[in-house]
């Protein structure tokens, strides 16, 4: 049984990073709900133009005045120490400290979120307040923490499809999230929970005539892993994807960044949900979350990514502000329902894809092509519904379009035609078995 809100109190504490002890804890509690099967690479690894990083993991760390009083305490608040700092044990003055703090003079009373993954580092994060209090005075610099060899892991799970069906060329329907921050809730844990929502709704539906890989990674370097090792399936098998991020938070509607190139069935179902103001949609950049790996250069998956409210456009992102007050727990359910109510609809569209996938299909021998084609024929019509043009329009715009990722409803006609007129042509195109 998943309990929403015990599962995000569980989880809120838990100092996560790109690796270690803190992001296995997490996987293996959200592994409780969503049956995923862990990856790996180990520390050194080439993973295209990136190397695997030593594996970090932190038991304590602080700075406190040689009175013996802490002033920055990572046991308070794990957003106090800067992820993947190396081992510090020194005495030093408040000079040589202060190059190593990190504040927000405008939001002064919270702790911003620093990270060094690639480049030895160590530092202390605190609110701006806090800072302006310490002393010119010599203090004590504690970090227990490591950096050694380890793995970067990540999690698969394949929902598999219930029901066969050959007019879909490519199965696969992508559900990632990531697993990597800290105690952040929108720009954290909003993201797997609404997955975990997600997947016990798909579960429950009888028939699927999709695959759903659910994917849970430490973000970048996670998903570039999961996509060096998949990359040959997903080229083949992957009709559209979704990361899920930021999805917390008071904004009201949901805000879907389309794929690079912009064309994935995702994208068109969204851009059409966006005229009816339902949905807001944005234009791809190479800013943001797992999305960049997914649509970059000669990957160019189509790959979308759903938040709510954004990364980057509100002033808790990426601080201690962006806590259970700030997110709204009883609005992850009403997300996951949005969510799965479009994959759901997406389960019943028409997918159209030719049996002959290549160049024209010969009407003629098939009497859908006047034998005659000549201006005294095109208001002939072979079933006195529409006149014969018009049924040649419909019909090859069907046609040529069928390529099995395409459905009826997406279909651009040049002119308007009623969906049941469409739908007809549709139905005689595949008892004439030139459909799927």
């Known amino acids: 049984m998943f309990d929403l809100e015990k599962t995000f109190d569980v989880l809120f504490p838990i100092c996560r990073s790109i690796t270690g002890n803190g992001y296995r804890k997490s996987f293996n509690i959200i592994k409780k709900f969503i049956p995923f099967k862990k990856y ?23 700075v406190e005045n040689l009175r013996g009083k802490k002033i920055i305490d990572f046991r308070k608040n794990n957003l106090h120490v800067v992820s993947y700092s190396t081992p ?22 919270d702790i911003p979120y620093v990270t060094s993954y690639y480049k030895k580092n160590w ?27 380890g793995f970067v892991e990540w999690g698969e799970h394949i929902l598999k499809k219930t029901v066969k069906d050959n007019s879909i060329k490519k199965d696969t329907i992508l559900i990632s999230s990531y697993l990597c921050h800290p105690s952040m809730a929108n720009n954290e844990l909003s993201g797997p929970l609404i997955q975990i929502l997600i997947y016990l709704k798909l579960k ?14 430490p973000e970048t370097i996670g998903s570039i892993s ?57 234009e791809f950049s190479p800013r943001g ?21 954004v990364y980057g456009q509100n002033k808790e992102y990426h601080t201690s502000a962006d806590d259970k007050k700030f997110v709204k727990l009883n609005m992850f359910e009403k997300t996951a329902n949005e969510i799965f109510n479009f994959l759901k609809n997406n389960e019943k569209d028409i997918f159209l894809r030719r ?9 003629g021998k098939r009497n859908l092509y006047p034998s005659t084609n000549s201006p005294n024929t095109w208001t002939d019509s072979s079933d006195n519904i529409i006149n014969s043009r018009d049924q040649l329009e419909i019909i090859n715009t069907i046609l040529s379009n069928a390529d099995g990722l395409t459905c009826l409803s997406g279909v651009k006609f040049s002119k ?17 078995g030139l459909l799927y």
Request: one cysteine or more; charged letters at 30%; aromatic letters at 12%.
């Open 40 to 62: 790996k690479y180990q520390t050194g690894k080439k993973v295209f133009d990136w190397e695997i990083p030593n594996e970090w993991n932190i038991k304590n760390a602080y």
């Open 88 to 109: 510090i044990n020194k005495i030093m003055n408040f000079s040589s400290l202060d190059k190593n703090l990190h504040s927000i003079k405008h939001q002064p009373n």
């Open 123 to 149: 530092g202390f994060c605190l609110s701006h307040n806090q800072r302006l209090k310490l002393r010119s005075e010599n203090y004590k610099v504690f970090i227990d923490s490591s950096l050694k060899k």
């Open 204 to 217: 429950r539906l009888k028939k699927r005539r999709f695959n759903y890989l659910f994917a849970i990674n």
């Open 226 to 282: 999961l996509i060096h090792k998949n990359l040959k399936f997903l080229k083949e098998n992957l009709f559209s994807g979704i990361v899920l991020t930021c999805l917390g938070g008071p904004e009201k509607k949901l805000s879907y960044k389309l794929s690079r190139a912009g064309n994935s069935v995702f994208d068109k179902k969204f851009i059409q949900i966006a005229k009816n103001k339902k949905v807001k949609i944005r």
């Open 289 to 309: 979350s797992d999305e960049r790996q997914y649509c970059s250069s000669e990957c160019n998956l189509p790959v979308g990514q759903l938040s709510r409210t």
């Open 355 to 363: 049996k002959q996938p290549y160049c024209e299909i010969q009407l």
């Open 416 to 432: 308007k035609y009623s969906y049941e007129n469409k739908k007809k042509f549709y139905m005689k195109l595949k008892k004439r």
